[in-house]
């Protein structure tokens, strides 16, 4: 281990660092330290080992600090921890923040507390919970909710909070393998770690019940078991706190710092007189845990109204009105806001729930819903029948806010007046139906219309929902749809007119309908009657023949759309569409739906329609489709009515005819 300071490291004047008042810190670019951390330099030099160190704190390896060649890289500014206050750090564009401190400032005056490898001061942790109960903001969540059944053992000799806990965790094997309660109600042994470590946490907070789904759900009352599945999101989001297992990828891993888990010791230096320590920040690290790639984990994390979550490295605090963590000194307020990311070490999108005496935080940018279902869609689950179940908390709550946003099996209605016509049902869906994702693949057990039908294999950031959440769009002054009519066709064979449903009739039916629990109540199919097209396309490989190159064009209207069209499903789930034919070509037929024509000017507008395959049918009269993707193109030409049954677009005809959409 290195016990001096190289050359570059000796220059660095951590006085200067230390009296630098906020406003004079260097601009965002001003970097203090930047060098590679070759494995030279970090045997030769203490503060380079130690900074290397830091750089693979959260996954034990490099990732976010490798410059373009691959070589580990770190990049530092000076700034203070919160933007605020006079304590200088370092600190990275990614997950880096390095406290500066002078040694020997006297007990009390510290800004960072040094975290124990093996146990948990709850004396901490009641002194957060403390703060939060004398905030009025902070108070008990009012609910509708059921009271669940809970976990519960003989009273203790502290004072007890009101309330129950909830616990949120990696459930590792599936279900079936897992012990559940005993006849007599009793909690089986041995206990997985995860469960026996959160009743040591709920028990030394003064807490007397934990609600845990593993042994509170019942497994052989099927009715009541679909009805608490179905009330997950409102079960955690009426919990005192919620335990956040952000550590390990199972069960047994356990509540690092509670009983036998360990936490990874944290990086600590001290040189010139001053001490440099590592602030692990939470969402620098639960980015990458098993716990934030499980499909159940986002509802139960972001409905929460308080989150006591335990990493590998520490323990932090998060409910509407404070945040704070094990490594530093002290709580500090937040605002309750559903974008806040200001704070550095906030991870979810703030608290929710209606508190005494105060409205609900409004969910009304539906852009924000379409955050949570981008992160959503890429996370796992167990068995693929709960994709829905699984998001329905989040969408729960987003019927409650004002104005409501409604959901058809997960699809978001989207009416906002100023976009849409009031009352116009065809016009909302077609507005709706023109999600677009990228990487995905098929989820067979929901519809193909609706974002909860397919799995995306990874983040892109290339997602687009609602034509009015595009800036150019919702300021056009041209907005037409082409829906004619729509019936909603459900699992159980009820079928209910869409198109002319009034605010309070069967509207209102559809949508109590499609958040029953069961899989027999959802909406299964759409009757759509609209202008259709068919779309040839072309599957054209590089020449290099790397199949990750292949570009798709179309035949029709090549002449009026200049550019190559962008597929969202995964290669290997799209070309299956393109077989090689007996002249080497690679093209496919698709059926389009037009959905709607916006940004519309004498000589030229935007079309926006979903590019369907047909399916076979089966006792069914109208074709059936299902849906592949939806496309943005624009024509040279404006669409113009030709008759009753045709309409044109430059050389594009469309014809008016009805479907069955799966």
């Known amino acids: 281990m290195a016990d001096s300071l190289c050359q570059r490291c000796q220059k660095l004047d951590f006085s200067k660092m230390w009296s630098t008042k906020p406003e004079d810190l260097p601009d965002e670019d001003g970097r203090l330290v930047k060098r590679s951390l070759s494995e030279a330099a970090i045997e030769s030099c203490i503060l380079c080992s130690f900074f290397a160190q830091a750089a693979r704190y959260y996954t034990g390896e490099y990732k976010e600090h490798l410059n373009s060649e691959g070589v580990p890289e770190i990049s530092l500014r000076l700034g203070t921890w919160d933007g605020r206050s006079g304590v200088p750090c370092l600190r990275d564009d990614h997950d880096l923040l390095i406290l500066i401190e002078k040694q020997n400032v006297g007990p009390g005056n510290s800004a960072s507390r040094l975290i124990s490898p093996e146990q948990i001061d709850y004396s901490v942790l009641c002194g957060w919970f403390a703060q939060c109960d004398e905030l009025i903001d902070c108070g008990d969540i009012e609910s509708e909710a059921q009271e669940p059944t809970l976990v519960s053992w003989a009273s203790i000799g502290n004072k007890l909070r009101k309330g129950y806990v909830a616990l949120s965790y990696v459930w590792g094997a599936a279900p ?38 593993r042994y509170c759900i019942p497994q052989g009352d099927n009715d009541e078991r679909e009805r608490q599945i179905h009330a997950m999101g409102r079960i955690y989001q009426s919990a005192k706190f919620t335990i956040i297992a952000a550590a390990g990828y199972g069960p047994d891993h356990g509540l690092p710092g509670v009983t036998t888990a360990k936490r990874v010791p944290q990086p600590i230096i001290k040189i010139q007189d001053y001490t440099l320590t ?72 703030g608290g929710t729930g209606k508190r005494k005496g105060k409205g609900r935080p409004g969910f009304h940018y539906i852009e924000q819903l379409q955050g949570f279902i981008e992160n959503y869609i890429t996370r796992d689950l167990t068995d693929p029948n709960d994709a829905l179940n699984a998001f329905r908390g989040i969408l729960q709550h987003a019927e409650e806010a004002r104005p409501p946003i409604h959901e058809l099996c997960g699809l978001p209605i989207y009416q906002d007046e100023n976009f849409v016509p009031k ?115 072309i599957a054209v490989d590089d020449p290099s023949g790397e199949a990750t190159t292949t570009a798709f064009y179309t035949v029709e209207l090549r002449e009026q759309y200049q550019r190559c069209l962008s597929f969202g499903l995964e290669l290997e789930e799209l070309m299956p569409f393109f077989p090689v034919d007996g002249d080497g070509n690679r093209k496919h037929t698709f059926t389009c739906l037009l959905l709607a024509e916006v940004d519309r000017s004498s000589d030229r507008s935007t079309l926006v329609f979903l590019v369907l395959n047909p399916v076979p049918q089966t006792e069914v009269l109208l074709q059936t489709f299902e849906r592949v993707d939806c496309w943005t193109l624009t024509s040279n030409t404006p669409i113009l009515r030709v008759n009753d049954t045709t309409l044109k677009a430059g050389d594009c005809l469309f014809r008016h005819d009805a479907i069955v959409l799966q």
């Open 423 to 537: 009352d116009d049902n065809n016009a909302a869906l077609a507005v709706s139906l023109s999600w677009k994702m990228d990487n995905l693949r098929r989820r067979h057990e929901f519809p193909s219309w609706t974002w909860v039908g397919w799995k995306s294999e990874k983040r892109t950031g290339g997602s687009s929902f609602f034509l009015g959440t595009d800036e150019r769009w919702y300021s056009s002054s041209y907005f037409k749809h082409y829906l004619t009519s729509v019936d909603v066709i459900f699992g159980d064979s009820q079928i209910i007119q869409w198109s002319d449903c009034d605010g309070g009739g069967c509207k209102e039916a559809i949508y109590e309908k499609s958040s029953k629990p069961g899989m027999t109540e959802l909406p299964r199919s759409l009757s759509i009657t609209g202008w259709l097209f068919d779309l040839t396309v």
């Open 278 to 349: 590592l602030i692990p920040q939470p969402d620098g690290y639960i980015d990458h845990t098993k716990w934030a790639t499980r499909g159940w984990t986002l509802q139960e994390g972001f409905l929460s109204s308080r989150r006591l979550v335990f990493t590998e490295h520490q323990v932090f605090y998060e409910c509407p009105c404070i945040q704070a963590v094990e490594a530093l000194v002290g709580t500090y307020w937040q605002p309750a806001s559903y974008s806040s990311r200001e704070v550095w070490f906030h991870v979810f999108a």
């Open 176 to 213: 079936g393998t897992l012990p559940t309660l005993q006849l007599n109600s009793t909690l089986p042994r041995p206990l997985p770690k995860v469960i026996y470590d959160a009743i040591v946490v709920v028990k030394s907070l003064g807490c007397r019940y934990l609600w845990v789904d």
